[in-house]
T-cell receptor, first 113, second 114 residues
Framework: AQSVTQPDIHITVSEGASLELRCNYSYGATPYLFWYVQSPGQGLQLLLKYFSGDTLVQGIKGFEAEFKRSQSSFNLRKPSVHWSDAAEYFCAVGVYNFNKFYFGSGTKLNVKP | DAGVTQSPTHLIKTRGQQVTLRCSPKSGHDTVSWYQQALGQGPQFIFQYYEEEERQRGNFPDRFSGHQFPNYSSELNVNALLLGDSALYLC?????????????FGDGTRLSIL
């Protein structure tokens, strides 16, 4: 069965520090992978996506993610975190040509001044 | 260019009642998906509509039903509301599969069941 695991429920980093949010997926075929961000009371905004090709993908707001098939992972990274990055981050896998999306349970990011 | 819009933004109902939530997709999109996001959880896929038909469905009971109109807008209906139906309901729109277009989300409808 398809599933997405985000092992870290909460993460706190200092402003200016680097960030890595973990995501592991379970899916039998080639996955289509996404990272979304959600601010309180808001919907989800797409940060980046992986469909095929280069395993390192760049997104908005300075985020990037690396697809590692051998580890079934799609971790999100940012070299220097800003206070405005504090939000909840969701990893998702699209299956059946995007007819279904499976989301992880999210990682809440706090940023210390 | 308007994004995905949902109405109402908040709704309070009591157990046993019925509710209808509405969604207008992003301009140019023809596919609408609905998700339920309980507090502290990730969104759970309810179903997806294209060409006014339900294409895929998640693990939700028949109390959850939907509709898509010729203008691509969509409604989510929930009958016989339970306390556990309290959640943020998100609508997402996209282009037809095969165009490699991800889903764009609205801000959701917060449904509270008393």
């Amino acid at each position: 069965a398809q599933s997405v695991t985000q092992p870290d429920i909460h993460i706190t980093v200092s402003e200016g520090a680097s960030l890595e949010l973990r995501c592991n997926y379970s899916y039998g075929a080639t996955p289509y992978l996404f990272w979304y961000v959600q601010s309180p009371g808001q919907g989800l905004q797409l940060l980046l996506k992986y469909f095929s090709g280069d395993t390192l993908v760049q997104g908005i707001k300075g985020f990037e993610a690396e697809f590692k098939r051998s580890q079934s992972s799609f971790n999100l990274r940012k070299p220097s975190v800003h206070w405005s990055d504090a939000a909840e981050y969701f990893c998702a896998v699209g299956v059946y040509n995007f007819n279904k999306f499976y989301f992880g349970s999210g990682t809440k990011l706090n940023v210390k001044p | 260019d308007a994004g995905v819009t949902q109405s109402p933004t908040h709704l309070i109902k009591t157990r046993g009642q019925q509710v209808t939530l509405r969604c207008s997709p992003k301009s140019g999109h023809d596919t609408v998906s609905w998700y339920q996001q309980a507090l502290g959880q990730g969104p759970q896929f309810i179903f997806q509509y294209y060409e006014e038909e339900e294409r895929q469905r998640g693990n939700f009971p028949d109390r959850f039903s939907g509709h898509q109109f010729p203008n691509y807008s969509s409604e989510l209906n929930v009958n016989a509301l339970l306390l556990g139906d309290s959640a943020l309901y998100l609508c997402a729109s996209s282009l037809l599969q095969g165009n490699n277009q991800p889903q764009h989300f609205g801000d959701g409808t917060r449904l509270s069941i008393l």
